[in-house]
Structures are given as C-alpha cells and as structure tokens.
C-alpha cells in the first residue's frame, strides 16, 4: 500500500530536530510520497533544497494567505515569482515541483480579503500558465475562493486542502475539477458536519493529508502533528465509507499520483 501524504509542512522548525527519524517511520508504515507547500518567498529556497534530497518529497510554490501582509510586491509581481521559481526548478532538471500553493483565501485573520483575492488570483493565474494544480486554502470563505476559481480555473484542478465545508460546497469544487483533503479533523466525533460531507463523496476525489505539525488528531491535542500519524485518518476515512482502509489508501493514493503527476 502506497501512502501519499499531500500536504505536510515538513520544512518547519518543527521538524528539525527529528526530520530523518520521523520519515523512516513513516517510510516503515508504507508512505511513499510527501508534499510540502509553499508559504512565503523566502521559503522556497530552504523548501527546494530539501525536497532535493529525498526522492520521495515534493515542493509546491505558493504564498499562503497568512503571509500576504508580509509581501514587498504587489500581485502582479508574486505571479511572476511564482512563475519563475517553478521555471527554475524545471531548468535544473529536477521533478519535485509538482504543484502552486498553498494559497487562498483566510477570513480568520486580520489581512482584509480585498488584499488577499488579488494574490490569490495572481497564484491561479500561475497555475494556468504552467500547467500545475493548486493547493487551495480555504477559511470561511468558500463563496469567495469559489468565485475566484469560476474565473480563473487551472485547467490541472487542485485540492481544497482540509475541506470542512457542506455537501453542496463540495458539489461544486468537484465540478470544478478539484479534490478535497482530509486530514486529522475528521478523527473528531465532534466534527459531525465535515464527517457526514466527506462519508458521501467519492473516494476518487478525496487525498488524505497530515497538515503537520498542525491539525493534531483526536486525543493528541497539544502535541506535534506528525505524517506518521496519517494511518488513522485513512482508518477514520475507511470507517465512515464502510470499506477496508486498505481500500481507501489505494484509492487517495492513486489520486494524489494522478493529481500531482507523482
């Protein structure tokens, strides 16, 4: 069986300390794939010279919403680093870009929307210029990340990553062309909403994904998240779908190797 994390921060200081150790073990429960976002500028870098060294790690190019205050450039011009960024890691012959993001769209956080859409936008434009999925962020705002992907809709598609939203939500980012990721919110019962959504759509539409060291699982709060721990969200996924998780790990592999051109 073939786990394929799509999207795990395994670039931050979380991780320093242990990065090895903590691949190994997810490398013993059969993972195959991990793929790191990008956030901001200065990051990527350090993100691409990391995934150099592993042939089973991917980067993304992207800045996340919550570094959009932080940028000296305006829209326009992130377009074009992010255009440049993934030509460049194209010229040094290397396959470990396999996707634009993460960004999107955040209303929980002090940078007004007005000031994210338009680089959020530049980043869809990218993306239909290369012919690379998204990795969409998405905070109570679906109808905004929505209507944004209405007008600029890369042709490759992308992943809704951590989707929480309603079935209908759901409805209309599949006919868009996009996957929703699940990840370590669905271990809680509580999370009533978001786990009858994700038990009614497709497994051919759902990647599995870790998010660490953030969305820490049921009984692990305060704790690093980690990659190693992606086993129960396909055991919670296979649970709520009534089918063996062998099932649901071949499948939300399968997708993530379509998607991401693994």
């Known amino acids: 069986m073939a786990l394929i994390d799509s999207h795990c921060h395994f670039d931050f200081d979380a991780f320093s300390a242990d990065r090895g150790q903590v691949w190994a073990r997810c490398q013993g429960l059969g993972m195959q794939g991990l793929i790191i976002p990008g956030v901001s500028i200065p ?12 042939p089973g790690w991917f980067g993304a190019v992207g800045v996340h919403p919550w570094w959009v205050a932080d940028l000296a450039l305006g829209a326009a011009e ?25 960004c999107g769209l955040d209303a929980n956080i ?47 598609g992308g992943v809704i990553h951590a989707f929480s939203g309603s079935r209908e939500i759901a409805e ?65 996924l296979a649970e709520l779908h009534g089918v063996p998780v062998e099932t649901v790990i071949a499948q939300t592999g399968n997708n993530a190797r379509v998607l991401f051109g693994l």
Request: include cysteine; hydrophobic fraction near 40%; proline fraction near 6%.
């Open 43 to 54: 990051q990527w870098r350090h993100l691409f010279a990391l995934v150099q060294s592993e």
């Open 78 to 102: 992130v377009g074009r680093a992010v255009v440049e960024r993934v030509q460049h890691e194209r010229k040094r012959g290397g396959q470990h870009c396999v996707a634009i993001g993460e």
């Open 110 to 156: 002090e940078t007004p929307l007005e000031a994210q859409i338009p680089v959020f936008e530049a980043q869809l434009q990218a993306a239909q210029t290369l012919s690379l999925p998204v990795i969409v962020h998405c905070v109570r705002c679906h109808n905004e990340v929505l209507k944004a992907l209405k007008s600029i809709c890369p042709e490759k």
């Open 172 to 236: 209309e980012y599949i006919r868009l062309g996009f996957s929703l990721g699940v990840g370590g919110t669905i271990t809680y019962e509580r999370a009533a909403k978001t786990r009858a959504t994700l038990s009614d759509v497709p497994l051919e539409k759902l990647l599995l994904e870790s998010d660490a060291p953030d969305m820490p699982h049921a009984g692990r709060q305060g704790e690093r998240n980690s990659p190693e721990y992606l086993p129960a969200v396909a055991q919670t």
